[in-house]
């Protein structure tokens, strides 16, 4: 069989599926039990042409594929995926490179290299800093927050690696009450329990009180890591990174920004005072396969300080033939040894856009976001929640004249059934909200403004 067949196959249904995720269904239209009936049955025990593998794939899963990719997608926070990206991405699968050491893979650990490096420079952060690439934010938070929890430790003659928590003294952690769960998640697997974290009170954008985490740190004696956030999954809005880095310098923590889309903020001139002092902290997570459009999965986790980073992640054994330290091994980074080269995505579409072209994909998906803010905004009985100081946009649609409650969770529905476009639902402070994320690179005005006719349209109904 000609081993291409099968490859120029796949190359032709992912066109076609990128030639109309435009004008798709938005949502996935399916029943579980359906996906289940066309996509399972027995084990196969014999083999099946591939060509038809594929073919059958793409047919069963269709109904269950959902146009994240598309211009009309606002729910989470989710970017597409810039083509180039996404080719790149078919190479690394081509390739199948593992990054784990240089000399398993000599141009994915220089590659590596070299896109950390411009990174660090896009985000202004500081020269030097490590760079591992994870799966996404939620490992980029535990990777951070291990080497946190490693250098805390240490200023006090404890070698968490080696001797554990168990008779550790006790790390205090600092978070927002906003807190995105991913980093509670990472917390709570390094140990460090989601109980036992100090919630520090929010303002009206979810954003970390400076004079309450004053107040909570002031009696603060030993190890201490101080958890922030650029960009509130629901507000977009950034804690006072440069008042909570003087709060913990002043007292010997470790500041940790969990930055998943809001990080790239900071490569923007215009964008930049809102996550001002960003680059004084001693950690960053973020996403690449959000706001910056590759594929999943791409996540960084960025420390300032290559040695507590490297002594969390680090292995070492005889057989892995690691070279001197002047080669990469990626596995010094991550939690994780194997691995595919996720690199490649990400330095294909930093080679094409450039700086000013990551700087434009973040401004215009803003400009989109306040777009799609006064064209809900205009509507009688519709309130935008929050200030959309980013891509975020939080609404609430009120019930028929005059009457309290709202119709936000029945307008939410009725837009995920509609098609046009995809917005989830949330609860902000106490009120249900539909959450609209603008983050993805082919969404033009026109997607906005059809966008915002149908959800003002699902509005109307839900008030009928
Ligand atoms: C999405 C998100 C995460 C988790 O990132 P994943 O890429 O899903 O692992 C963490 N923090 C914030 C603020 C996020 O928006």
């Known amino acids: 069989m000609n081993p291409h067949a099968v490859l120029d196959r796949a190359h032709a249904l992912a066109c076609a599926y990128l030639a109309e995720v435009a004008s798709r269904h938005v949502g996935g239209r399916p029943t579980q039990a359906a996906l289940h009936a066309a996509l399972g049955g027995a084990l196969p025990q014999g083999p099946a042409d591939p060509v038809r593998v594929l073919e059958q794939l793409a047919r069963a899963a269709d109904p269950g594929i959902v146009a994240t990719a598309g211009p009309r997608y606002f729910g989470f926070v989710t970017g597409g995926a810039v083509p180039v990206a996404v080719a790149a991405d078919w190479l690394a699968s081509a390739w199948d490179q593992n990054g784990a050491l240089y000399v398993m893979a000599p141009a994915v650990a220089v590659l590596e290299d070299v896109v950390a490096g411009w990174v660090v420079e896009l985000l202004g952060l500081p020269r030097g800093s490590s760079v591992g690439l994870v799966t996404g934010c939620h490992m980029a938070n535990f990777t951070c927050l291990a080497a946190a929890r490693h250098e805390v430790l240490r200023r006090v003659g404890w070698d968490v690696e080696a001797d554990g928590l168990q008779r550790a003294p006790r790390v205090a952690v600092y978070v927002g009450e906003e807190v995105h769960v991913s980093a509670v998640g990472a917390l709570r697997m390094l140990g460090l329990g989601a109980r036992e974290l100090v919630r520090v009170p929010v303002d009206d954008q979810g954003r970390m009180r400076a004079d309450a985490l004053a107040g909570a740190m002031a009696d603060a004696r030993g190890p201490a890591i101080v958890c922030a956030q650029v960009g509130n999954v629901n507000t977009g809005a950034s804690d006072p990174i440069a008042r909570i880095v003087d709060l913990a310098r002043a007292r010997g923590a470790w500041v940790h920004v969990d930055g998943a889309f809001g990080l790239w903020a900071a490569a923007v001139p215009e964008l930049r005072d809102q996550v001002a002092g960003v680059e004084r902290a001693d950690s960053w997570a973020t996403d690449a396969h959000k706001w910056l459009n590759v594929p999943y999965d ?82 009688p009985g519709v309130t935008v929640l929050n200030d959309v100081v980013l891509n975020q946009v939080l609404v609430r649609f009120a019930a028929a004249d005059g009457r309290a409650e709202d119709v936000t969770p029945q307008v939410v529905a009725r837009v995920q059934a509609e098609g046009t476009c995809w917005a989830g639902g949330t609860v902000w402070q106490g009120r249900q909200a539909m959450r609209i994320s603008v983050s993805n690179w082919s969404t033009t005005e026109a997607d906005i403004d059809r966008s915002a006719a149908a959800i003002l349209g699902c509005h109307r109904a839900a008030r009928a």
């Open 298 to 379: 791409s996540g960084l986790a960025i420390v300032r300080d290559p040695a507590p980073h490297r002594a969390a992640m680090g292995l070492r054994a005889a057989y892995l033939q690691r070279g001197d330290d002047e080669e990469r091994a990626g596995m010094d980074w991550v939690p994780e040894s194997s691995r595919r080269a996720r690199v490649l995505p990400l330095y294909a579409l930093l080679r094409t856009l450039g700086a000013g072209g990551v700087a434009g994909l973040v401004r215009r998906t803003c400009a989109l976001a306040r777009r799609m803010a006064a064209a809900l905004a205009a509507e």
